[in-house]
Nanobody
């Protein structure tokens, strides 16, 4: 059983930065992707970014491209989401997820494991 523990959320002013971390309890199979999703009140969960363990290939939602960076530390079984130039519309609960096939990694229902979520609030 894989457990994912997120940290790093908080309150930040518009234009600020935050770094989220997601530590997995066990080593994630390298052929799978890990992703970040977010969910704002009254909205569906949406894809933010994903990374493949082997090679580090990344993919981003259009809304965060150029502002967010996903990375991983294989030795620590940890994935990060560096968020810069934050906007009020980035306010949401952010979740990390593991276990999706790379080609399906933008779809939240394709993931087997989820973290508990961490709140990110961006004030204007």
């Amino acid at each position: 059983q894989v457990q994912l523990v997120e940290s790093g959320g908080g309150l930040v002013q518009e234009g600020g930065s935050l770094r989220l971390s997601c530590e997995a309890s066990v080593r994630i199979f390298s052929r799978y992707a890990m992703g970040w999703f977010r969910q704002a009140p009254g909205k569906e969960r949406e894809f933010v970014a994903r990374i493949v363990w082997i090679g580090g290939n990344t993919l981003y939602a259009d809304s965060v491209t150029g502002r967010f960076t996903i990375s991983r530390d294989n030795a620590k079984n940890t994935v990060y989401l560096q968020m810069n130039s934050l906007k009020p519309e980035d306010t949401a609960v952010y979740y990390c997820a593991a276990g999706a096939r790379v080609g399906m990694a933008t779809i939240h229902t394709e993931y087997d494991y989820w973290g508990q979520g961490t709140q990110v609030t961006v004030s204007s």
